[in-house]
């Protein structure tokens, strides 16, 4: 399962990269506002840093604008990805940016049927949002599980990216699941590596280790 991190904090994809450990990179309008500086300027340092496929959001509601904004967006980097949002108006700009050569990522995916129309349009990438399903007290996971099978019945080449990820749990479900790609917070990654068990053990060893005779 491929890693991206979803964010738009350049220190926290530097301290993952530093791992190795980085293979693309998730935005949303959101996590932009949070960086207050400008939206191309962050994409493209972003772009510098990371090799793999960078998410980049569009915010117009029609599709002339989500066209008109993509085609920009696809000139800052030859790794940019368009993120689409999952509307009428967007699988019908999926569509046309895919004959392009556009690669794009349709974003707020809560139903398979949903999934299954994005692909059907062209997605390059599907993400479905598993922690906001579980907000409203449905099971995030059980998407992908759908979305995943839906895949493999028809040889679909979209990829699944679990979003909306907000636990160590949701990132171990989703690769058990057999999912293409899990985008996690930046702040909760570090999460991934630690292990209370781990630390105590160290602990052990170098209370040991003083021990033996030096
Ligand atoms: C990723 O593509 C999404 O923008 C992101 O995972 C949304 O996560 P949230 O539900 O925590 O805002």
Redesign the pocket.
């Known amino acids: 399962m491929k890693f ?1 991190l ?1 964010t738009g904090n350049i220190e926290e994809i530097r301290r993952v990269n530093r791992l190795g450990l980085v293979d693309g990179v ?3 309008p ?2 932009i506002a949070k960086e207050k500086r400008p939206f191309k300027e962050v994409i493209q340092e972003i772009c510098r840093e990371v090799s793999g496929p960078v ?1 980049a ?1 569009v915010v117009g509601l029609t599709t002339e604008e989500m066209l008109k904004e993509a085609r920009e967006i696809a000139t800052w980097a030859p790794n940019i990805v368009v ?1 689409i949002p999952m509307t009428e108006a967007g699988l019908e700009a999926v569509n046309i940016l895919s004959k392009e050569g556009i690669k794009t ?1 349709v ?2 995916i809560f139903s398979a049927a949903q999934g299954l129309m994005a692909c059907k349009a062209g997605a390059t990438y599907i ?1 479905p ?1 598993v ?2 399903i579980d ?1 409203i007290g449905e099971e995030g996971m059980q998407l992908v599980r759908d979305l995943k099978a839906i895949k493999d019945n028809y040889g679909f080449k979209t990829e699944i ?1 679990v ?4 636990s160590i749990a949701h990132v171990q479900q989703a690769a058990v699941i057999g999912a293409d790609i899990a ?1 996690i ?1 930046g702040s909760l990654f570090p999460s991934l590596w630690k292990h209370p068990l781990t630390d105590v053990g160290i602990a052990r060893f170098l209370e040991d280790w003083k021990k033996v005779p030096q």
């Open positions: 991206f979803d998730t935005t949303n959101t996590l998410s959001e993120k990522n974003t707020l993400s949002f922690g906001r907000d990216i979003a909306s990820v907000r985008t917070p």
